[in-house]
T-cell receptor, first 113, second 114 residues
Framework: DQQVKQNSPSLSVQEGRISILNCDYT??????FLWYKKYPAEGPTFLISISSIKDKNEDGRFTVFLNKSAKHLSLHIVPSQPGDSAVYFC????????????FGTGTRLTIIP | NAGVTQTPKFRVLKTGQSMTLLCAQDMNHEYMYWYRQDPGMGLRLIHY???????AKGEVPDGYNVSRLKKQNFLLGLESAAPSQTSVYFC?????????????FGPGTRLTVL
């Protein structure tokens, strides 16, 4: 039972254009969402997060949008750069003192120069 | 600061052998976690610890044991390795369970069980 789903295993985007990565979840108890970025042979690193009390959070070139009624979030990267090529994981957790993150299966983003 | 380190980076075992993976963090984090990553499965939580001397089961705990004797170390043990345990193992740590506390990951251990 995959509670966090990333339905696109891979995505290719031209350098300078917008990259949009999508994530859907089924558990209505999830209240806090995170995106992690992973390069080959390295551990995931935290990128950006959003609480359910917001519908948007920005950090430089990265913006996360949350549509709680649709149980959907997306990560926008503008403009896309070659260094953004990586695997991106969406993760979710309840907001109340629960330490366990549930991860999606990841989307491999390739930025084409 | 080294952050989160994992030992070893690679290991090949034969079925039935045992081994221990070591995770160390120097950020004074209370919480530590062990995950495994398999193709098409994302990261799945094996065991976690909310403080020195405590451990708890995650999503896929069978075949693994853990210990947290010191705050900075979290050990993952395989008593009798099976080919199904071939995976990449990641350790992570965080300050606590607050929603604002991101998890910091180590570089991973690639384990192959023949």
């Amino acid at each position: 039972d995959q509670q966090v789903k990333q339905n696109s295993p891979s995505l290719s985007v031209q350098e300078g254009r917008i990259s949009i990565l999508n994530c859907d979840y089924t558990n209505s108890m999830f209240d806090y969402f995170l995106w992690y970025k992973k390069y080959p042979a390295e551990g995931p690193t935290f990128l950006i997060s959003i609480s359910s009390i917001k519908d948007k959070n920005e950090d430089g070139r990265f913006t996360v949008f949350l549509n709680k009624s649709a149980k959907h979030l997306s990560l926008h990267i503008v403009p896309s750069q070659p260094g953004d090529s990586a695997v991106y994981f969406c993760a979710a957790k309840p907001d109340f003192g629960n330490e366990k993150l549930t991860f999606g299966t990841g989307t491999r983003l390739t930025i084409i120069p | 600061n080294a952050g989160v380190t994992q030992t070893p980076k690679f290991r090949v075992l034969k079925t039935g052998q045992s081994m221990t993976l070591l995770c160390a963090q120097d950020m004074n984090h209370e919480y530590m976690y062990w995950y495994r990553q398999d193709p098409g499965m994302g990261l799945r939580l094996i065991h976690y610890s909310v403080g020195e001397g405590t451990t708890a089961k995650g999503e896929v705990p069978d075949g693994y044991n853990v210990s947290r004797l010191k705050k900075q170390n979290f050990l993952l043990g395989l008593e009798s390795a099976a080919p199904s345990q071939t995976s990449v193992y990641f350790c992570a740590s965080s300050y606590g369970s607050s929603s604002r506390n991101e998890q910091f990951f180590g570089p991973g251990t690639r384990l192959t069980v023949l």
